[in-house]
């Protein structure tokens, strides 16, 4: 049993020369993921030096600042995928209030779904949608109060609500201010609905809860 958590663990990297914003990563992440191991680097620098003298383990995620003083992460980054056998899933680690003013670019206008049945077509808010379903060529809308079905592709509707929703599975496509906590089996929905998620999907999907809930505070 030790054997297998050991495999699971996250390693996750946090580079950043602002102490605070390291720390407010940190407890962003430990939140959500108490049982993985994190590492702090307050350059890149440090970070490249580190993984090259020591041969840590593969990082699976990097929240990395964009600039370090005169320091380029798109640089550090690249570098550091040079040094590593396998690739890991990035996010630059920017100041909250470039989070806050990307945040309220994306709520000027709210996405909307133009639902089509017949000759029927009504427009729903994405902001209302908790989840989408997928199966036998239809897609089933789940809101707060009723459930739309019809038909279409999640393959289109993915492409539409990126980023705020994410593909978890091949059958479900999430609002990710509506997942009230998740694991890796399964997310659950504010609604109470508990989903599938693919184990392909994982870390992809963590990535962008911790790029989302680091958004919006």
Same mark, same amino acid.
């Given at each position: 049993m030790s054997h297998e958590n050991e495999v699971e663990q996250l390693n996750i990297a946090?580079?950043?020369?602002?102490e605070n914003?390291?720390?407010?990563?940190? +407890? $962003?992440i430990q939140k959500q993921e108490p049982f993985c191991k994190i590492t702090e !680097?307050?350059?890149g620098k440090e970070l490249l030096e580190f *993984?090259?003298?020591t041969n840590a383990e593969e990082i699976d995620i990097l929240f990395l600042d964009i600039s370090m003083g005169d320091e380029d992460g798109m640089t550090v980054a690249k570098q550091l995928r040079s040094q590593m056998e396998? #690739? !890991?899933? *990035?996010?630059?680690?920017? &100041?909250i209030r470039e989070y806050q003013y990307l945040m309220a670019k994306k709520k000027e206008k709210p +996405?909307?779904?133009?639902?089509?049945?017949g000759n029927r077509t009504r427009s729903v808010s994405a902001d209302d949608i908790y989840y989408i379903e997928s199966s #036998?060529? +239809?897609? &089933? $809308?789940?809101?707060?109060?009723? +459930?739309?079905?019809?038909y279409d592709k999640i393959s289109s509707l993915e492409s539409e609500l990126k980023p705020d929703f994410f593909r978890i599975h091949k059958g479900y496509l999430v609002n990710i201010k509506y997942v009230e906590r998740y694991d890796r089996t399964e997310v659950k929905m504010r609604n109470g609905d508990s989903l599938l998620i693919s184990k392909? @999907?994982? *870390?992809?999907?963590? @990535?962008?809860?911790l790029e989302y809930i680091s958004e919006e505070r």
């Open positions: 946090i580079c950043d020369d602002e914003i390291r720390i407010y990563i940190r +407890k $962003l !680097f307050s350059s *993984q090259d003298e396998s #690739n !890991f899933e *990035q996010v630059f680690a920017q &100041t +996405k909307e779904v133009l639902v089509r049945n #036998n060529r +239809k897609v &089933t $809308l789940y809101l707060r109060h009723e +459930k739309i079905e019809y392909y @999907k994982y *870390q992809d999907f963590v @990535k962008r809860y």
